[in-house]
């Protein structure tokens, strides 16, 4: 009997959490990334990720949300995702996302660097990401940045450094108007969660204000983009891309270096 409450309940939550997505009833916080107090033309923004599919796999609701709002959105991604020998079908499949999530495509860098391969025990410069970040930011006038946290939700290695990139980026550029936002980790529970984490977003955001909280209101459009990476589109990343929080809400915080 008690199991039949608990599934009851969880399919109930799972139900008001996605008509809490499609009706619209969130109040996000997402306008905290476009407002700098200053710049009143269209907003360049640059997603730093490190491979092929990062992008609808954990940012989707950011970049959706920031498309619909009108912003510049660029993408430079640090590598092909070569590690298993398809870097040039998943430089393909990446075009193919970013045509879904509103990228566009001239806006999309993919670099294929000898130093910055694809893989675990692949270890990255930091000088290195700071000076390529530089030059992408230089080039395109960018006012803010979104990347990685620390721990790079998955806790890879290339995740983390591109993270320690965008930091070192900061540190040594403090003088530039460039904002720099992280993408904020969960714990395991939350993270597969699916879209019942928005309540916990929700929740999150009231307790630590300075966190903002975008809830994806196209979660079918991450499907889409994450469906275009075919080699990757195994039965393994379907499930996590049902049952993963970053397809419903993202958890942002502003870098401070
Ligand atoms: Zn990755």
């Known amino acids: 009997m008690a199991w039949l409450v608990v599934s009851v309940s ?31 033309q269209k907003k360049n923004v640059l997603f730093v990720i ?16 920031l498309a619909s709002n009108a912003c510049n959105l660029h993408m430079l991604c640090l ?35 000898p130093n910055l391969q694809d893989g675990f025990g692949q270890l990255w410069s930091h000088d ?11 080039k395109h006038d960018i006012h803010t940045i979104i990347t990685f946290d620390n721990y790079g939700v998955s806790g890879h ?13 900061l540190q040594t550029n403090s003088g530039r108007n460039v904002k720099a936002w992280e993408l904020v980790s969960l714990n395991i529970f939350r993270k597969y969660c699916g879209p ?21 209101e196209q979660p079918w459009k991450s499907f889409k983009a994450m469906a275009q990476h075919l080699s990757q589109w195994v039965w393994f990343r379907k499930l996590f ?17």
């Open 157 to 169: 290695c290339n995740h983390r450094d591109v993270h320690r990139g965008v930091l070192k980026f």
């Open 196 to 216: 019942v984490d928005i309540w916990l977003s929700i929740l999150s955001a009231k307790i630590h204000p300075s966190k903002v909280i975008i809830i994806n």
């Open 241 to 257: 891309v049902s049952f993963s929080s970053y397809t419903y809400a993202n958890t942002l915080s502003r870098i401070n270096p």
């Open 10 to 40: 969880l399919i109930v939550i799972w139900l008001a959490s996605f008509c809490k997505i499609f009706f619209r009833a969130t109040s996000i916080s997402g306008a905290a990334i476009l407002d700098d107090g200053k710049t009143p």
């Open 50 to 65: 490190a491979h092929p599919d990062d992008e609808s796999m954990f940012f989707s609701p950011t970049i959706n949300y």
């Open 128 to 138: 290195l990401l700071t000076e390529i970040i530089e030059e992408e930011v230089t």
């Open 79 to 113: 590598s092909t995702g070569n590690a298993d020998g398809m870097g040039s079908i998943r430089n393909n499949e990446l075009h193919r996302a970013c045509a879904v999530l509103k990228v566009p495509l001239q806006q999309l860098k993919i670099l294929n660097h």
